[in-house]
């Protein structure tokens, strides 16, 4: 059974950090292209970043710079967001995306706010 489960989310201020997890089971994640969406109240998901099995990442305008995609696929595939200088309008729920050949699936997301 295809699982992704996020980890990580919290209250941050301003200028903090956070670092999100996504553990990925039940399919060969390591050759699959995985990414972070994020959804605001009222809003559709909106892509975040990118991570290709090749190891290149791929960013939204909107965090280039800040935020940093990457995985280890050391035993299940684990994905990770490292998310620094946050800012009021990255508070949302985070959610790991796999773009497997069934289909896309979802994690259950984890929410990240930030306070000014």
């Known amino acids: 059974q295809v699982q992704l489960v996020e980890f990580g989310g919290g209250l941050v201020q301003v200028g903090g950090s956070l670092r999100l997890s996504c553990v990925a089971s039940?399919?060969?994640?390591?050759?699959?292209?995985m990414a972070w969406y994020r959804r605001t109240p009222g809003q559709e998901r909106t892509y975040v970043a990118r991570?290709?099995?090749?190891?290149?990442?791929?960013y939204a305008e909107s965090v280039e710079g800040r935020f940093t995609i990457s995985r280890d696929n050391a035993g299940n595939t684990t994905l990770y967001l490292q998310m620094n200088s946050l800012k009021p309008e990255d508070t949302a729920v985070y959610y790991c995306?796999?773009?497997?050949?069934?289909?896309?699936?979802w994690g259950q997301g984890t929410q990240v706010t930030v306070s000014a």
């Open positions: 995306a796999a773009f497997l050949p069934s289909g896309t699936r």
């Open positions: 039940g399919a060969a994640f390591r050759t699959i292209v």
């Open positions: 991570n290709f099995p090749s190891g290149i990442t791929h």
